[in-house]
């Protein structure tokens, strides 16, 4: 990867220009940049998800997520790099499997709602949608591989299926959307 900053405040952006990995500049509003804060964005939420009580085997595998992220930011950051794999989407694969196994079928439409942990697992799951819809304008744009839109696609997936786990770990359920409550 590039040179390590060895202070924060370079005033090299001050043009609106930022640098990537490879040494390039480009502008602090391209495509490109824009997933990038898209990832960085989700990797702060599931951080934020991370100071939650939950079980110690899927703290470690939330912060392992997270190394994944940097990693995919990484890759973002140097065009025509590769540091997301067929290994890391098949590590979701299995954990959405895993999950996934614990909890009932769901025959309703659940509201993204419950405890604060299952709350946040559901703002990380639409940041990541989010970040994915990025990764496809991004894609359209310029070529880059095919695992990062993967990755965020499994993953916001496993999101969802943890904001379910978490709930139940907290003691309660799915919230279920009502089709037939009153409305105003």
């Known amino acids: 990867m590039g040179n390590r900053l060895s202070k924060i405040a370079t005033r090299t952006g001050d043009n609106g220009t930022t640098g990537l990995g490879d040494g390039s ?3 602090k509003d391209s495509v490109r940049i824009n997933t990038l ?6 990797n702060s939420f599931v951080g934020l998800l991370l100071c939650e009580d939950m079980p110690a085997d899927l703290r470690e595998e939330l912060v392992s997520i ?3 992220l940097f990693d995919l930011g990484g890759e973002l950051c140097i065009p025509g790099y590769q540091l997301i794999t067929d290994a890391h ?4 694969d299995g954990l959405l499997e895993k999950y996934n196994a ?4 769901l025959k309703d439409f659940i509201l993204p ?11 990380c799951r639409t940041v990541c949608r989010r970040a994915e819809r990025s990764i496809v304008s991004l894609g359209r744009d310029e070529k880059i591989n095919d695992h990062p839109r993967q990755y965020v ?3 916001s997936d496993l999101m969802f299926v943890l904001s379910r786990v978490l709930n139940r770990y907290a003691g309660g359920s799915d919230v279920l959307w009502q089709n037939d409550r009153k409305r105003g």
Do not use: Y
Not at 37 to 42: F, K, N, S, W
Not at 113 to 123: E, K, N, P, Q, T
């Open 25 to 27: 500049r480009t502008e």
């Open 37 to 42: 804060g898209e990832v960085d964005e989700l």
């Open 66 to 68: 997270q190394h994944d």
């Open 89 to 92: 989407v098949e590590r979701l």
């Open 102 to 105: 614990t909890l009932p079928a």
């Open 113 to 123: 709602a419950g405890s604060r942990a299952a709350a946040i697992a559901h703002v």
């Open 153 to 155: 696609n499994r993953l």
